[in-house]
């Protein structure tokens, strides 16, 4: 009765409902991607689904990553999405892995256990290039989605004689021109639009449907809700792991292959000397008579602020722009003696930035930049627990 | 007669008059920077000799970015 309704499609019937069951995918994150492709997996009733994240639910990803609810906070993402997934068809088993996926992690499981389709809904590039890798060696079809703001692609590789992901795209792109959703933001609905195709593709596979995207991409724009379908390239014979003479045989270290690490996360800068950083709570002390210029962009100040701060972006600093307006809210303030201006963002990492811009361009006059370390972050941790983190 | 305009030509006249700031995230060697895809009427340029391919009248050029987040 549970599969009736897509049994009785001719592009199902009983044969395929059979081939759904005996069949074992592997999913590559439950975020903001694998929550809704294992939710329809699980609901059409695929007879193994595994899933691999090594992170922990944050209140910032409920917004998006469906399994996961209020009460699952600071729990492996992993067993949230597994509580929910079992109690919505207790039928398929379900093998939730708390584990970070690099080349030997992803090895050992890919090798172990032959999957019939990879799920990638990993969120950095050194971990795309790994999947599809391990896709090529071990000849498994890899179901590619990825979401960004209010866009989305989708196609997979290596299948059927198909395009891998290094034949389309052989060298990682340089690190500055990736933006991640943690920067970048993304909404919900495209997300699960993405996330959802990848179930639907993965259903097409396993019952050998026609039709697959193979050697095409999708290109999904949620702002004018338009779906591109694109002609990608054939399968590049010269390609370094599908081609006929692969220089890459065994699985190499990602993140130094793309200069990037294989998360998401914000790493933190260094890049001032003690004396032009002061602690949030020394800051929190004097934030009422100083000059604070809080770099953030626009719309993240208008979510939330410290009151008395002005909002002065850091990508206008970085390229100079609107300096005289600078100029003349620093000359207002200026005195005979040094006057200090504090520099705030969301972590303390664009504010190192744009104090290191500041003390070259201002040098001429008396005032001192110092940079508030650790951000609105280390304010909300340290002095006022009830400013939002976000 | 004016000379044949081939994708190569777009791409520097492009970085020369249109982009305004960091042209190397668009461009690198004289094509684009790896992880951007370009299409001519929906299709990869790959599929149509890349740089050298000699432009049309009503071809529609484009630069995807690839994605990476989930």
């Known amino acids: 009765m549970r599969y009736s309704r897509q049994m009785i499609m001719p592009n199902v019937r009983v044969n395929g409902q059979i081939f759904f069951k005996q069949s074992k995918v592997i999913i590559i994150g439950a975020g903001g991607l694998g929550c809704p492709a294992a939710l329809y997996l699980v609901c059409a009733g695929i007879g193994e689904i595994t899933i691999v994240d090594y992170d922990k639910v944050e209140l910032s990803n409920l917004h998006r990553q469906i399994l996961h609810s209020e009460e699952d906070l600071n729990q492996a993402k992993v067993d949230s999405a597994y509580n929910k997934l079992k109690s919505i068809n207790s039928d398929v088993k379900i093998i939730p892995i708390h584990l970070h996926a690099n080349s030997i992690t992803i090895q050992q499981l890919i090798t172990q256990n032959k999957y019939d389709v990879v799920v990638d809904g990993s969120d950095n590039v050194a971990t795309r290039y790994l999947l599809n890798d391990v896709c090529v060696m071990n000849n498994i079809p890899l179901v590619s989605g990825s979401a960004l703001q209010m866009e989305g692609q989708l196609t997979v590789y290596h299948y059927k004689g198909g395009p891998c992901y290094r034949c389309v795209f052989p060298d990682p792109p340089p690190p500055q021109a990736v933006t991640n959703c943690g920067d970048g933001g993304v909404l919900g609905p495209v997300c699960g639009t993405i996330g959802t195709l990848q179930a639907l593709e993965t259903i097409k596979i396993i019952s050998g449907s026609a039709g697959v995207l193979s050697g095409q991409l999708l290109l999904f724009d949620g702002s004018s809700t338009t779906f591109r379908n694109v002609k990608l390239r054939g399968r590049n014979p010269k390609c370094a792991i599908c081609g006929e003479n692969p220089t890459v045989t065994k699985l190499i270290d990602y993140e130094q292959f793309c200069q990037s690490s294989a998360h998401d996360k914000v790493i933190n800068i260094d890049i001032l000397e003690a004396d032009e950083q002061v602690e949030a709570k020394e800051f929190s002390k004097i934030v009422s008579n100083a000059l604070v210029l809080d770099v953030r962009p626009e719309v993240e100040y208008q979510m939330c602020s410290i009151p008395g701060t002005i909002n002065f972006p850091y990508s206008d600093i970085e390229k100079g722009h609107r300096m005289e307006k600078l100029n003349d809210l620093l000359n207002d303030k200026l005195t005979e003696v040094e006057y200090n201006v504090y520099v705030l963002c969301r972590r303390g990492n664009d504010s190192q930035r744009a104090v290191s811009c500041l003390k070259n361009r201002f040098s001429h006059i008396p005032v001192k930049f110092y940079n508030i370390k650790g951000g609105l972050h280390a304010y909300s941790r340290l002095v006022d627990p009830q400013f939002p983190v976000y | ?70």
């Open chain 2, 1 to 70: 007669m004016q000379k044949d305009w081939i994708l190569g030509d777009l791409l520097i006249w492009l970085r020369d008059n249109l982009l305004k700031e960091r042209p190397e995230l668009f461009l690198q060697d004289n094509s684009v920077r790896p992880g951007i895809l370009v299409l001519v009427n929906d299709s990869d340029w790959e599929l149509m000799d890349t740089v050298n391919y000699p432009i049309q009248s009503k071809d529609t050029i484009t630069f995807i970015s690839t994605l990476h987040g989930g």
